[in-house]
């Protein structure tokens, strides 16, 4: 009997212990601060009011009830030992395994950024995502009752970081801000409210092709997003924002999506790191020199054969995450290790309602509008399922996202409702 220990209830660690709930050699033990998996590519709707936590969030408890070799536990892993195979949690339990599976994900990087670390909010967990929106409702609530607010930039918003994330987030929180608020506030100026998206790059989603950003600035724009690129965010304040040209922007809400690196678990464990503070891998997805101990998704920079790694996405994690869980089951049978082959499914980003790019495939096939979209929810479907999410939900909802008009009902912002918004489901 193997014991397993598997650090991380993102898209790599359930994938992992998923494929090892139906291996009676092993024993599993999967780790999480929250006790839950947490669905973040919609972490930017539970902030824009888009969907509910319950909507997102799957309790590992329920998940593995019915597999007897899976033990969930709750806890904050804070150190890890590769050579005696161990982790040890905040309250000092150490725990023991055979196996080492690492997937702890990322957190933001601030790049040193004077202030962001104190007064941006990143969008990395469904607390996160959860302190967003409070803002956000926290700001409009404000405005209200004292209209004078909106001049000190009590309704300027600013997304940092042109990548999905800030792109995602720019787009719905312009949604939100034109589309819905207005019905809420009906005697607000709503007019005096901005959305400003800022990357030091010259373009959004750097990693699409150019097609494919001429597309999101004009969507962005459409929307009402405002572009501020080829500047970088100079300083972070309670009420304000420095760029680099100088430019002071008043701002109380600061959403920070512009980078991200390891999780803190991966400093100090001795393991070899690089770009990003990600642990390095070797093609079958355990660590050079500690043969017992794998690190999967965001939280390793996997190989590709060209000396590249591949990009943080869900697919990655997920897909590693079962492979290494077929490699684990390689050992037990005797069959060894493969390398791992990834399966490109490509990139995309939803830029708001009707509005989507998407690259498909090794070849990156350009799709854009309801094509991307239509990619999109594919991909996320499949993502969904990997967490034992009712796909049919999910798909009501995408259904009454694309298709109700613009204007979404203000009751979904009821004040008496806001906290948990509910999505249509099926009869």
């Known amino acids: 009997m193997a014991r397993v220990l598997i650090v991380g209830a993102g898209f790599a660690g359930v994938a992992c212990a998923r494929r090892l709930a139906d291996e009676p050699r092993a024993q599993v033990t999967i780790i999480d601060r929250n006790g839950f998996h947490q669905f ?36 904050e892993v804070v150190a890890i030992d590769p050579n005696r195979v161990s982790v040890t949690l905040a309250d000092d339990t150490t725990i023991d395994g055979d196996v080492l599976v690492l997937g702890a994900g ?3 990087n601030f790049f040193h950024t004077p202030g962001a670390d ?25 405005a209200a009752a004292k209209p004078e607010l909106v001049d000190d930039g009590a309704l300027t918003f600013v997304v940092v970081g042109g990548g999905p994330t800030g792109v995602e987030t720019a787009g719905a929180l312009a949604e939100i801000v034109h589309d ?25 989603l750097t990693a699409f092709s150019d097609e494919a950003h001429g597309y999101a600035v004009r969507q962005l724009r459409r929307r009402g997003v405002e572009l501020r690129l080829g500047v970088s965010v100079k300083e972070v304040a309670p009420d304000h924002v420095t760029l680099g040209d100088g430019t002071e922007i008043k701002t109380h809400l600061v959403v920070w999506g512009g980078g991200q690196m390891a999780a803190p678990v991966a400093f100090g464990s001795g393991l070899p790191q690089g770009h990003g503070g990600r642990i390095d891998v070797r093609p079958d997805l355990t660590v050079p020199g500690f043969p017992k101990v794998y690190a999967l998704g965001d939280v390793a920079n996997i190989p590709v054969g060209d000396g590249t790694v591949l990009p943080q996405l869900g697919s990655v994690a997920q897909q590693s995450g079962d492979w290494a869980a077929g490699n684990i089951i390689g050992d037990l049978e005797g069959t060894g290790r493969q390398p791992f082959h990834y399966k490109d499914k490509g990139i995309m980003a939803m830029i708001g309602r009707k509005a989507a790019v998407a690259e498909i495939g090794p070849h990156r096939h350009e799709l854009n509008g309801r094509f991307a979209f239509a990619a999109w929810l594919g991909v996320h479907a499949q993502l969904l399922a990997n967490a034992g999410a009712e796909l049919r939900a999910f798909v009501s909802w995408l259904d009454d996202f694309y298709v109700r008009p613009a204007h979404r009902s203000a009751e979904l912002l009821d004040p008496s409702t806001i906290d948990e918004p509910r999505i249509r489901k099926n009869a």
Do not use: C, W
Request: proline share 7%.
């Open 40 to 75: 973040q590519p919609l972490l930017y709707q539970i902030a824009t009011a888009e969907l509910a936590p319950r909507d997102i969030r799957f309790d590992l408890d329920e998940m593995f009830a019915r597999h007897a070799n899976v033990e969930t536990r709750t806890g």
């Open 106 to 108: 990322a957190q933001p």
């Open 118 to 142: 104190q007064f941006t909010l990143p969008l990395y967990s469904l607390a996160d995502a959860l302190r967003v929106r409070g803002r956000l409702l926290e700001l409009f609530r404000d």
């Open 180 to 204: 819905v608020m207005p019905h809420v506030y009906p005697h607000l100026a709503i007019a005096g409210a901005k959305v400003i998206l800022v990357d030091l790059g010259h373009t959004v």
